[in-house]
């Protein structure tokens, strides 16, 4: 059959049968050999494949044909949503999220809608047969906001960086004349009152005319300068969705037009000297101003929560060295292809990800890893983007450029849960929605109340009513959990820790039972050597040289320790005159005229070679540390025992320390006998182990501890350990494998250290510690300040709060919360001894 031209087709298939990743590794591995698949991609996570195949070429019944062969099968076709990630323009406040959420979630065929305010954007995930890309742009339109694909790509934020400095110099500028009339106004209107001389021309006593005017064209330039509170917060309040901005022009608008009416009378000649006094254009325009500072402030605080970002972005160089045999080319960094030969020299930055070729170095990979001690490189070691060469020149192959490179993927996994939202923005996302239109009726209640029962004089009614709509600051929840999370999100990442989701970094805080894959993560996941003990009259130096020079030429795991062991030592190693491998049992070489036997007791007691008892308790000790012993006869007499080990990592027991201080009860789960798994374990402090665990058992016993109701977190290597990792309620992969994150874990810690486990928790509770901080004192000060605005404290003869007042207090309040959020920057782990 004929391969078609058009273009492959894509479908989502269930898998049913897979119980570990070497089933998810087979079915890709035999379905890319099919002839018209051009992509077979299986997640173990939510059994699943992403296939895509030409119809004309390869049938599904085909493919299903194939996997059954395997013993797996395939499910119908699952209908896919779509997700889409919008840049929202146009919010102010939290009730202006709120609202898109709210609206956008009731469409038919929305299944989530979550809006990030700090970041300004929005991911929506809808069945695409029931709703279109276009309907849910016009629907955040009809609420008075525009809505654009975000573009994906270190271009697309450094693009929005860019448009951010321009609109906070923006603000500047419009700033500045605004503070300094509000300045004059309030000197004006004010000054006299707090003993401030006034020329007679402008006192109210004497020119009252003047004195209002003057206070007219004092404030009409700043009504201008602030006239987006006006143009945005009057057409949100007449769609039925009104916000931030919408207090703000109905509050200093009530001042304004009530002020207006007295000047009118005032020209009109109906008692000037008394109306000169009832004016409040210092109210309208003194509070347009606090308010832009205020909002300058907080926009140049929400710019600093993507420094993390921006620090990540910078690491990638603009160009690169291009070698074409001798000559050296240095090229755009978007221009460099797969393959290219590239030269970095000291001091430089890599450019894309790739595999040494020439040259020897050492290369600083902290900014990815955490781990500030650089790292030796030499051929045929791989780099990756962003990393600084130290010492030596290299020349490296690039393998992976653009989006593919580590770099570009931490950044795309941090920026996408940087907009993910906490369980615990639920609250205030639940709050800000009806907080807006509960502040306009408590302002319109007090401001009554106080006229009809209080018996308060119209202006003091008026008063109330502007110093209730401009203190309350819905901004100060929608910010308080987002910043948090994107500042934590950014220090995580520098400091090697990447989060998948706010979700995920709320709930490792509650983190109190932490289950540890043993091989490769407790364990360094590699045998090596750890006794070499000589039999008596035997040369010691002479038995790791014989006996690595007989397991050389074996393939076995155990023969490979003792060879690495020698050759660390700078052991020479003669070749085998004669070699012969006995599998499960061990090996017999002559060596430099010697007979050389290598493995177990019962392989030499079969060549005639028996151990006396100094050697069978040699043995029994070294099994009973969970060490593997390994024999060693030269010319038909024992000369030694050697013992190998998979070896704990050096900082294993002090993290397990550590975490059992933070109240944190740790397990370890492995495949292998119990003798040696308790062995290992009693080295590292550990008290329960669960060992002979095959891979399709772990997430069953990950499963045991989650039903105690604890918080229970999984800590393994991302790829034996998949369905366990997903199975709990936290999965953490140790290692830089970034392919790691988009699949079955929670956190990755790039840099392979356990130190990271710990590290992560206490990041998780310092995030959560400042979100409740910032929640507390947002809703505080709404808590407190409206009812003293509304003149509660005044009833027991206490004082009023000036709208002016209460105007600074609103706009200081949101820049506040993202003041508290940055200090997570300075974030650092507490040392693990």
């Not at 995930?125 to 609420?143: G, M, Q, W």
């Not at 050597?529 to 030429?553: K, S, V, Y």
């Not at 933070?662 to 008290?687: C, S, W």
Request: net charge neutral.
């Amino acid at each position: 059959m004929a391969k078609s031209d058009a273009p492959p087709t894509s479908v989502l298939l269930p898998v049913s049968g897979m119980h570990c990743a070497a089933c998810s590794s087979r079915i890709e591995r035999v379905l890319s050999r099919v002839p018209g698949v051009a992509e077979a991609s299986v997640n173990l996570a939510d059994e699943s494949l992403r296939l895509r195949y030409d119809p004309q070429t390869v049938s599904l019944d085909d493919i299903g044909g194939r996997v059954a062969d395997l013993g797996f099968s395939l499910g119908a076709p699952a209908p896919e949503n779509a997700t889409v990630e919008l840049d929202i323009s146009g919010m102010h406040c939290a009730a202006c999220s709120s609202r898109i959420e709210r609206v956008t979630g009731k469409l038919p065929g929305m299944v989530s809608a979550s809006v990030n305010l700090a970041d300004a954007t929005g991911v929506f995930t809808f069945d695409p047969a029931l709703l279109s890309r276009r309907k849910l742009r016009e629907a955040i339109a009809d609420l008075g906001f525009s809505a654009s694909p975000a573009k994906d790509g270190g271009g697309a934020f450094a693009a929005r960086q860019k448009q951010a400095l321009q609109t906070l110099a923006a603000q500047k500028r419009a700033l500045i004349p605004a503070m300094v009339l509000g300045a004059l106004l309030l000197t004006l209107s004010m000054g006299h009152m707090l003993g401030l001389p006034l020329p007679s021309f402008l006192h109210p006593d004497s020119a009252p005319a003047t004195y209002a005017l003057t206070q007219l064209a004092l404030t009409l330039p700043i009504v201008w300068i602030g006239r987006r509170f006006y143009l945005d917060g009057i057409p949100a309040l007449l769609r039925g969705g009104p916000n931030m901005d919408s207090l703000v022009a109905m509050g200093t608008g009530a001042a304004l037009a009530y002020s207006l009416v007295n000047l009118g009378l005032l020209l009109a000649g109906s008692n000037p000297a008394g109306r000169a006094m009832d004016l409040y254009f210092e109210s309208a325009g003194v509070l347009l101003a606090m308010i832009s500072l205020g909002k300058y402030l907080e926009a140049s605080a929400k710019f600093k929560t993507s420094g993390a970002i921006a620090a990540l972005m910078r690491l990638a160089p603009d160009t690169a060295t291009l070698v074409r045999g001798d000559a050296q080319e240095t090229v755009p960094l978007d221009e460099v292809e797969v393959g290219d030969a590239l030269l970095v020299r000291p001091g430089e930055r890599v450019p894309v990800d790739g595999a040494v070729v020439e040259g020897d170095s050492r290369v600083d990979e902290s900014m990815l890893t955490g781990e500030p001690i650089p790292v030796a490189k030499k051929p045929g070691d791989a780099l990756s983007g962003g990393t600084q060469n130290t010492t030596g020149a290299l020349v490296m192959r690039a393998t992976r450029v653009g989006a593919d490179t580590t770099l570009a993927r931490i950044v795309a996994l941090v920026r996408q849960a940087q907009g993910s939202k906490a369980p615990i923005a639920n609250l205030a996302d639940t709050v800000s929605f009806y907080f807006v239109p509960a502040v306009m009726a408590a302002a319109v209640v007090a401001g009554l109340g106080w006229y009809f029962l209080g018996h308060a004089g119209f202006s003091f009614s008026l008063r109330i009513f502007v110093a209730v709509m401009v203190i309350a600051c819905p901004c100060a929840m929608g910010l308080a959990v987002p910043t948090s999370i994107m500042v934590g999100m950014g220090r995580g990442a520098r400091l090697g820790i990447l989060v998948k989701s706010g979700a995920a970094l709320q709930t490792a805080g509650d983190v109190r039972v932490i289950v540890f894959d043993k091989t490769g993560t407790l364990t360094h996941g590699r045998p090596e050597l750890t006794d070499a003990i000589a039999a008596e009259g035997f040369p010691e130096a002479d038995l790791l040289p014989l006996a690595a020079a007989a397991e050389a030429r074996s393939e076995h795991p155990l023969a490979q320790a003792v060879v690495a062991a020698a050759r660390d030592k700078g052991l020479a190693l003669p070749a085998p005159e004669r070699f012969e491998a006995h599998p499960g049992k061990g090996v017999a070489a002559r060596i430099g005229g010697r007979d050389v036997l290598v493995g177990t007791a019962a392989f030499l007691a079969a060549q005639g070679v028996f151990a006396g008892t100094a050697a069978d308790a040699d043995e029994a000790r070294l099994a009973d540390e969970g060490k593997t012993p390994v024999r060693v006869a030269v010319d038909g007499a024992l000369a030694g025992v050697l013992a190998v080990a998979d070896t704990p990592r050096e900082e294993a027991a002090a993290v397990v320390a550590a975490l059992a201080r933070d109240g944190v009860e740790v397990a370890m789960l492995t495949g292998d006998d119990a003798r040696t798994a308790k062995a290992v374990a009693r080295r590292l402090g550990i008290a329960q182990v669960i060992a002979r665990v095959l891979p399709e058992r772990k997430a069953e016993e990950v499963g045991r501890f989650m039903r105690s109701g604890r918080k229970t977190a999984m800590v393994g290597d991302g790829i034996n350990d998949a369905p366990a990792l997903a199975a709990a309620d936290l999965g953490m992969a140790m290692g830089s494998g970034i392919d790691v994150a988009v699949e079955s874990c929670d956190v990755v810690l790039m840099r392979n250290d356990l130190r990271g486990v710990p590290a992560a928790l206490s990041l998780s509770r310092a995030v959560m510690a400042n979100i409740k901080q910032n929640l507390f004192w947002a809703f505080a000060f709404n808590t407190i300040g409206i009812p003293v605005a509304a003149g509660v404290l005044h009833i027991f003869g206490g004082p009023t709060l000036n709208p002016m007042i209460a105007g600074a207090a609103m706009a200081l309040s949101s820049f506040t919360v993202v003041t508290n959020a940055l200090r997570l920057r300075f974030f650092t782990p507490r040392p693990v001894a």
